[in-house]
């Protein structure tokens, strides 16, 4: 079949196969380019690892560390007319890329919150590694089914008091004025249990409990804290809660990590387009506006240059650079640098449709939603028929 990208609202419904490959190819190229990773880890648990920063983990600790690595996603594969998702085509590229490189990579396509999937993921590094060195868990996902078969759902909402901003349609690229009620203290918690930190701690317990992380062994979650005109929404709203709960769960994982002589890090990135943060009402609008103002600087980076780095000079580090007082790692200090936070501000209410282009990187934002669906790369030929199944082995 002829694929092109179907998008609705701020979701994209297809996604080509050739496409993600170029994407992973891009990403490897960028680790390998960039040399060898010292004291890197070895054997490497993702949770959450097709896309974003938990595949960013991923390549970089196979291609920049010569890793084994075992990942954990739950992908759409293709069927009839419909293309797989996009973490589907990047995962069965990364497998093939690193089956090439002869590099171990296992795969579990499966419900990461369940108890079933988190016991056949540690046979498997029983069986085939026998422990780990560093576990990271990137996991972003809109529910969560608990013990009890209850499904609690994730929302994107203002607390207290209702939202009111601007955004930018993907489509028309009309800046469009919105509006959201404040959540409920149920949609909070809710919030909270999905995208909080106490899966994390579940499959750390798991592993410590069966012996699973090797001496010293490091965890680490991804957290975002970004600039004061997105906190109403963001950073004070119900995803914020969610953030601030992995907080708590990152000093008591400390403890229990403590079991192995290792410990647990959460690292503080800079604003990216991602699956999720495509989701977040207003941040196209200030996404656009950092991307402009960070590549005018020469500061810009992306998720594997950003996961790059926290490997090669933070994750793995002794000097303790980089960290904040309340123990965070800090990725985002070129985004909240107080002269391009300054500029990102002057903006914010000066943008409008005449202006879009001329303030604001909105071309580079959808470029970066395109390409994160396998569309736009210039080494694919998107008039071509190509076939949208693509095969995988799954653990």
């Not at 079933?116 to 529910?143: F, M, N, R, T």
């Not at 999720?276 to 609008?285: K, N, T």
């Amino acid at each position: 079949m002829i694929i092109k990208p179907r998008i609705r609202g701020f979701l994209c419904t297809s996604a080509h196969p050739e496409g993600c490959r170029a994407d992973v190819a891009e990403q490897i190229a960028h680790v390998r380019g960039q040399g060898p990773i010292a004291d890197g880890p070895k054997r490497v648990l993702i949770v959450g690892a097709s896309g974003g920063y938990g595949l960013a983990s991923r390549i970089t600790a196979a291609f920049g560390c010569n890793a084994s690595t075992v990942g954990v996603f739950f992908e759409r594969p293709a069927s009839g007319n419909r293309t797989a998702s996009p973490g589907w085509y990047k995962s069965a590229a990364f497998a093939e890329a690193a089956s090439e490189a002869g590099l171990y990579a296992r795969s579990v396509n499966g419900d990461a919150f369940s108890a079933e999937l988190k016991e056949q993921v540690a046979d498997i590094i029983a069986a085939d590694l026998g422990q780990v060195d560093l576990v990271v868990y990137s996991l972003a996902a809109p529910q969560r089914q608990l013990a009890d078969g209850t499904i609690a759902r994730s929302t994107l909402k203002p607390i207290g008091a209702p939202f009111a901003g601007s955004t930018i349609d993907l489509n028309t690229s009309e800046i469009k004025e919105i509006e959201l009620e404040p959540a409920t203290p149920e949609e909070v918690a809710d919030t909270v249990t999905v995208m909080g930190g106490e899966d994390w701690q579940d499959w750390i317990r798991l592993l410590v409990d069966r012996g699973l992380l090797a001496e010293g062994c490091t965890t680490v979650n991804y957290t975002y804290l970004g600039s004061e005109v997105t906190w109403p929404i963001y950073f004070d709203g119900t995803i914020g809660q969610a953030k601030k709960d992995l907080e708590r769960a990152t000093a008591e994982l400390r403890e229990t990590m403590a079991r192995v002589g290792g410990t647990a890090h959460l690292a503080v990135m800079k604003g990216l387009l991602t699956q999720a943060s495509s989701a977040i009402p207003g941040m196209s609008l200030y996404l656009s506006l950092l991307f402009k103002v960070m590549k005018e600087e020469g500061t810009d980076e992306g998720c594997i240059e950003q996961v790059r780095r926290l490997f090669a000079t933070r994750l793995f580090s002794t000097t303790g650079d980089g960290v904040d007082e309340e123990g965070r790692i800090r990725m985002d200090e070129f985004e909240l640098a107080e002269a391009t936070q300054a500029r990102v501000k002057s903006r914010w209410d000066q943008v409008t449709e005449a202006n879009l282009d001329e303030l604001t990187d909105f071309a580079g934002y959808k470029d970066a939603f395109l390409k994160m669906h396998g569309f736009n790369f210039d080494s694919v030929d998107y008039e071509q028929e190509v076939d949208a199944y693509r095969p995988m082995e799954l653990g």
